[in-house]
């Protein structure tokens, strides 16, 4: 097997639980309440380099739902990466509401949310496993894995830019 790529079943014990709590492509009732107290702390902006809250609108409800995320910085732009992939509820809502969104970190901010083609994901996604130690149990890479392992994954994890108009 290629030392770039993680066996997923002989991880750390974190890396299973982190599997556990989205092992049906979402987040099961435990991973929901600490999803909630995540976004509840990123909101406040006590540590914004390393966390923020995105309010989208539900695609189906209207409604406004937050969810913590770790975001990236790489030549001078913000990313926000889907850790659980396309299927994930936060980049439906995205992609449904033209990517109108909300950052939280002590202030609440308008953006926009471009999301970029997957040719152009593999720096982001690895300093995202640089950045993001959660993260690392939703990959097959690793993070000191060369760049060609993230490209080979890159289609996988959706990836969008922050915009601030």
């Known amino acids: 097997m290629d030392a770039t790529i993680e066996q997923r079943g002989s991880g750390r014990r974190s890396g299973r639980v982190a599997r556990w709590m989205y092992r049906s492509g979402g987040p099961n009732r435990v991973a ?17 380099s390393r966390m923020v809250t995105l309010e989208v609108r539900g695609r189906r409800t209207g409604r406004r739902i937050s969810f913590p995320l770790v975001p990236v910085e790489h030549e001078n732009a913000q990313y926000l990466v889907a850790m659980l992939g396309p299927g994930t509820g936060w980049v439906a809502n995205v992609r449904s509401d033209g ?8 202030s ?16 982001v ?12 149990a939703h990959f097959p890479v690793d993070r000191h894995a060369g760049m060609d392992a993230f490209e080979a994954i890159a289609a996988q994890y959706p990836v969008f830019r922050v915009c601030r108009d």
């Open 32 to 48: 929901a309440v600490l999803n909630r107290a995540g976004a509840t702390v990123a909101s406040t902006g006590l540590w914004r």
């Open 99 to 106: 990517g109108r969104a909300v950052l939280c970190a002590g």
């Open 108 to 123: 609440h901010e308008q953006v926009r949310l471009e999301e970029i083609e997957p040719a152009l994901r593999a720096p």
């Open 125 to 136: 996604l690895r300093r995202y496993l640089q950045v993001a130690p959660g993260a690392r």
